[in-house]
């Protein structure tokens, strides 16, 4: 399997003949991706912010490739030109006998300026291809839970929007992941202290990755 990262919350993930876009948005996008994001079978969308759902250009990829969007009912309500498959929580779609997509619990956070744009539905999803487990948590704080895996792709621009550095670390722990990946670093409305961030997984002992746009992690 590969993973490469774009801005944000994105990522382009191959499996064999399936290939998954991951939470296209606006943040960083330039028209030069859509020339990247090719040959897509499945893009899932965690929720309606547009720094994680670009409609115009999902509808595109949609229109080019005949890809399949996975997402909420309450995306697909706002953004009614698209046309998908609502999911939830505790839904699973599988692939293959060996190569599965469950999907999570993911709590996003609120503040007062999010009134007319609070999120009420939302996912995160654990990639399984009977060897390692890939969890995406999607923006989410911290929440009580069981879910395991072995690389973790998790959000700590905090802010009271996602995790911050130690509630992300602490939940990570949690999961078991032996690899980390921290997600929406390029968010600058929300910024996170990379460095304070590596210090702080090294002083746990915790296996923390830094990902850079169009970088790919390759899983054997």
């Not at 202290?193 to 746009?213: C, F, H, Q």
Request: net charge negative; hydrophobic share 40%; aromatic share 10%.
């Amino acid at each position: 399997m590969k993973i490469k990262k774009f801005a944000q919350s994105c990522l382009m993930i191959d499996y064999k003949n399936v290939r998954i876009l991951v939470d296209p948005g606006s943040i960083d996008y330039f028209d030069g991706l859509l020339d990247l994001w090719t040959s897509v079978n499945i893009i899932i969308v965690t929720h309606k912010h547009a720094d994680h759902c670009h409609a115009g250009v999902i509808k595109k990829i949609i229109e080019r490739d005949n890809a399949v969007l996975y997402t909420t009912r309450e995306v697909l309500n706002a953004y009614p030109d698209l046309k998908g498959i609502a999911i939830k929580v505790g839904d699973k779609i599988n692939f293959s006998s060996k190569f599965s997509v469950t999907i999570t619990k993911a709590i996003h956070g609120y503040l007062p300026f999010m009134k007319d744009n609070e999120v009420n539905e939302n996912i995160g999803f654990i990639i399984d291809d009977s060897i390692n487990k890939i969890y995406v948590t999607g923006d989410t704080i911290s929440f009580n839970n069981d879910y395991k895996c072995d690389y973790l792709f998790i959000p700590f621009s905090n802010h009271g929007v996602t995790m911050g550095i130690y509630d992300g670390l602490m939940f990570a722990k949690e999961t078991g992941a032996k690899t980390i990946i921290p997600m929406n670093i390029e968010d600058k409305h929300y910024s996170t202290n990379v460095n304070e961030l590596v210090e702080t997984a090294e002083k746990l002992k915790m296996g923390l990755k830094v990902m850079k746009a169009n970088d790919v992690l390759e899983i054997n």
